[in-house]
């Protein structure tokens, strides 16, 4: 079974764009449980530009799903942010400063030490820990030896090249997922996943855990409806 986490950051961007509480966080991750999803994710920035590090502490007491905050560890504060939440999962995510989004996995053979570190210090809180990398195989063999559960492959690329050629697109995927699958790692995927490309990734590396996803979701939401948006991204991972 692959789990649907919704990433709630769009709901955060919309409701600071105007300073109010409209929408409400707690509330939307509340419906997108009721609706049928089996996580949610939130990905704190240090600029608070989307989800706030208040909201990460209120959402921890409302969500019964899998709580998975995603975010850069070399900043304290994100650290004990996700120490003091104690969620179900972490997923460790090497942020630029200044970038729009995530744009790259791990080196977790450059970062080995650090990673390291980082992932004793989660699980020893018994937080599960994903490190995010590219769908690299020496990245996931890399990642399993700095004791993470979990590597969340960043989609990006297969998504921006999947109408080229969606077979191309996910091959590197398959072989990073089987690389995860063989030293046992658990296994993510994210970013840019959308109604068009998940029932292929899905049928592709059908062991896959979780998917989490925000974006695309939530603009099918404002055509569909978030009820409906969530019963449609689940059946494409059935
Ligand atoms: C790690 C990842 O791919 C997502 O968390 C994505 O970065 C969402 O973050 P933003 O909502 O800030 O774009
Ligand atoms: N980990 C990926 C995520 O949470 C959502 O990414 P996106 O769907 O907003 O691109």
């Given at each position: 079974m692959t789990r649907l986490s919704v990433n709630i950051n769009k709901i955060a961007t919309l409701r600071n764009s105007r300073g109010?509480?409209?929408?409400?966080v707690v509330r939307t991750a509340l419906d997108c449980e009721r609706f049928g999803a089996q996580g949610i994710t939130v990905h704190p920035r240090p600029d608070e530009r989307h989800i706030r590090y208040q909201d990460v502490l209120e959402l921890k007491e409302v969500v019964t799903t899998e709580f998975n905050i995603e975010g850069n560890p070399t900043e304290k504060k994100f650290v004990e942010l996700v120490l003091k939440t104690q969620p179900a999962q972490v997923t460790l995510v090497p942020d630029a400063l200044g970038a729009i989004t995530s744009n790259a996995g791990w080196d977790t053979i450059a970062h080995r030490d650090r990673l390291t570190d980082l992932v004793q210090t989660f699980k020893s809180a018994g937080i599960r820990v994903s490190v995010f990398v590219d769908p690299i195989e020496a990245m996931v063999e890399g990642a399993k030896i700095c004791g993470a559960d979990r590597v969340e492959l960043y989609t990006e690329p297969y998504a921006a090249e999947y109408f080229d050629n969606r077979e191309a697109a996910v091959a590197s995927y398959v072989r990073a997922a089987n690389v995860a699958k063989e030293v046992g790692l658990g296994l993510n995927a994210g970013h840019d996943l959308s109604l068009d490309n998940l029932r292929f990734l899905k049928q592709q590396i059908?062991?896959?855990d979780e998917v989490s996803i925000g974006h695309a979701l939530i603009c099918d939401a404002l055509y569909y409806g978030l009820e409906n948006t969530i019963q449609m991204y689940l059946r494409e991972l059935e």
């Open positions: 109010g509480d409209n929408p409400n059908p062991h896959l």
